[in-house]
């Protein structure tokens, strides 16, 4: 190893340093590395003459390893304790050199190894530790050397001045009594030094105090100085981390002030300097393509400093402080997230300032065309759509031919506001057709201005109108007004949006729609009267309806329950008399008759020719199917009717020719007319017991009118153009909102058409949906075309199967 150091008969130091240098790359130990300063210190130490070379001698003292005895034990002859002889004992504070390598004795697992005892020659072998824990030899270095040192002649120091400090305490007391003469004198001479040699002994106990701490220093760095190879590897390797994310994070910030600098003249403008901002929908667009682009770096650049951060499980040292910036950087490319976010939404909130201001005037435009031209609106809507849909282009060009003072970028963000990508028929019939709601009650008059305009009648809280024409400003009472069409009876006129003194008048409202909400289907209705003749069609769940006129009530009188007994059976309950569209169940007066006197039942009308059927008693009952009749020659007055007991029909006198009376109409007793439900209690919806048929007789014990509540009827047209009357009730019938919840996961579709289509992607159970288009159907599926809102993907989904199942809610 000499040799290879470069050395013949010695090695110059410079050349020693070198060798150093390249040491660690050679065995593979970076821990031996140190720079400059370090190395040529290092040869120093080697040359112990001093004379810059390294002589033989000098180089193996390198490897010479020595131990100093902490705690006696013995000396043996051989490696392996079981079979070795003592020949001697090594006590503390004793020098050995090592004589060979440190090795293991098997039979006792402890490490042994054989030495010299400087002091004295004696060679043999000694334990370094035992297998209980006891330690014998520590490893002797010049620095645990010169501890030793100092830490010996520090003690025999201290014991020194303690002597001292107690020979004066001990001639002090003997001295106590003598207080004239010289050993008086010598008393005050004595106490002189008790002073100090207690400052001597003070100043030893400092230093023993600096070595201590010395000591404990040394300790710190020679730690430092064995893991500073580690410190300097994590280092490197914390510098290579850093300045990749570093550069990556640079590059997110660079695409963050990009898109701010984009938006920055924009969001600069202020007050109408944003609507004359001339380039607003180029910004917008700009924007929202940079935004989704910078927010997949940033999201890369999180996902490698996270995996970074999460590979790093050093709690201290330069990879622990790496980790800390790296953290530090996460937060940072998060800032720059949510600015860009920030920067998207303040130009989208500008650009709707921009775009609600053209919208009012763009949309009061094309509704003054539609009733100019006294077209309906879905001709509106063919004459403008290609593919059943207006292209923005195709509507821009219409909105600039309108002269409304718009730019094409002003018009371009009208157009994205009534629906992004291509414009379906639902969201520009939105667009065009404008509702109010009542808020307080207000004239609707004939004319535009008020001084002019007679009243029509009264506006009622809640109706809704249509607007016509307008919102029209009147400059000299500072009002806003428009021409509507009331919902309710079709009342046509002009309403104030809002008073000189600020009352609100109307609220501007959505069109009113509504939809299916029961698996049992609804009549639609061709009069407004509730179930009156065939309806026009059933409706199924999650059809969507266009309200045309309504809402409006249609009253009903009060229905008669009561609570009886059926003769037939004796089963006892309540049934309906009387419904609320006037259908009569059963009826009362002259139908059922109760025999007051024996009588008898015979097959015919007249009583000379006629044979007996049965005899009735007193309490017997039978229904009337036919009179009375009163028979002439007798005088009697006779009816067809049939028991109720067991259902024998004949002929019964009522009354005898002197006006005996054998039967008379039971007050109590009402006989079905119509097969009615006989139920557990009052209530209409109550558990049915059994069904009463025409001809049954009921006793009637209680009755009770049921009092209706009013139908709410609205005129609706369905997808496919039918037109009708609906009930509105809770769990049927409910306003339609465009938004969708998933109820079971299905694929949304490229087509309405399911054969042949392309999957967009899955729509998963609860994501909401926006509705774009529909619904139709199709195959018997309820389809409509929606944008996801997770991600806006846009295509056909289902609705309701032909099965019935529902996928959206």
Known sequence: LFQEAGGGKSIAEADF??????????????????NEERRTALAKLVDADGDQQISLAEFKAIFQLKFVCVTGISMTDVLQVSVSKTTGKVEPGEVMEALGPIAKDEATGMERVEVKVLSSGKQGFVTLKGNQGTKFLQESSPFSDFCTSLDKTLEERTAAVRKVITFIQQKGNELTAHNTGPLQEAKAEINKLRPKAQAHAAELQKLKSKVAAAKKDFAKAEAAEKTAHIEAKERKEAEAILKEC???????????????????????????DVLKFATPSSVLEEVEKMVPEAASVCNKVKTQLMEEIKKIKAAKGPLAEA????????????????????????????????????????SAALRAEVHQKGMTFDAFFAELAEGGSIKHEALCKRLLSLDLGLSEEHAKLVCRKVEAG???KRAFQAFVQRYY?????????????????????????????????GPKSDEKLSLTRVRGRSLADGTEGWLSIKG????????????????ISSRDEVRLDADFKVGEGEPV????????????EGPRKETFPPGL????????????????????????????????????????????????????????????????????????????????????????????????????????????????????????????????????????????SETKEEAQQPSIRVRVRTTDGATGWITVLAGHVKRWTSVYKCLVATPMQSTCKVEGAETVREIAANEILQLLDGPVEEAGDLRMRAQAKSDSAEGWVTIRDSSGKRYMS
């Open 500 to 515: 000189n003194q600020g009352s609100l008048f109307l609220k501007e409202a959505e069109k009113p729609f509504y939809s």
């Open 561 to 700: 329950r009561a609570r009886g007994k059926a003769t037939s059976d004796d089963a006892v309950g309540w049934f309906s008399i009387r419904d609320r569209q006037g259908t009569v169940f059963a009826e009362a007066e002259g139908k059922i008759y109760a025999c007051v006197s024996t009588v008898a039942m015979t097959d015919t009308f007249e009583i000379k020719d006629c044979q007996v059927v049965k005899k009735l008693v007193v309490g017997d009952l039978f229904a009337v199917e036919e009179g009375p009749v009163k028979q002439e020659e007798s005088g009697v007055t006779r009816v067809k009717g049939k028991t109720l007991s067991d259902e024998k029909v004949g002929w019964i006198t009522i009354t005898g020719n002197a006006g005996t009376t054998f039967a008379s109409a039971s007050k109590t007793h009402y006989a079905i007319v119509k097969e009615v439900k006989l139920q557990k209690t009052v209530a209409a919806n109550s558990e049915v017991l059994k069904t009463l048929a025409p001809g049954e007789a009921v006793q009637v």
């Open 437 to 469: 709601t009542v808020t307080t009650a207000i004239a609707i008059t004939t004319e535009f201005e008020i001084s002019k305009a007679k009243t029509i009648r009264k506006a009622e809280v809640e109706e809704m109108f249509e607007v016509l024409e």
């Open 422 to 424: 291509s414009i379906g």
């Open 17 to 34: 340093v070198t060798y150093l240098e390249k040491l660690p790359e050679v065995i593979g130990h970076p821990e031996v590395e140190f």
């Open 323 to 362: 980790k800390k910036e790296l953290t530090k950087l996460t937060g940072k490319v998060e800032s720059f997230l949510k600015k860009n976010a920030h920067t998207l939404q303040a130009v989208k909130a500008a650009c709707k300032s921009i775009s609600e201001a053209g919208a009012v005037k763009a």
């Open 537 to 548: 069609r059933m409706l199924k769940y999650g059809e969507v309806l266009e309200m045309l």
């Open 246 to 272: 570093n550069g990556q994070v640079d590059a997110a910030e660079a695409n963050s002030n990009q898109i701010s600098s984009s938006a920055e003249a924009l969001l600069a403008s202020k007050g109408e």
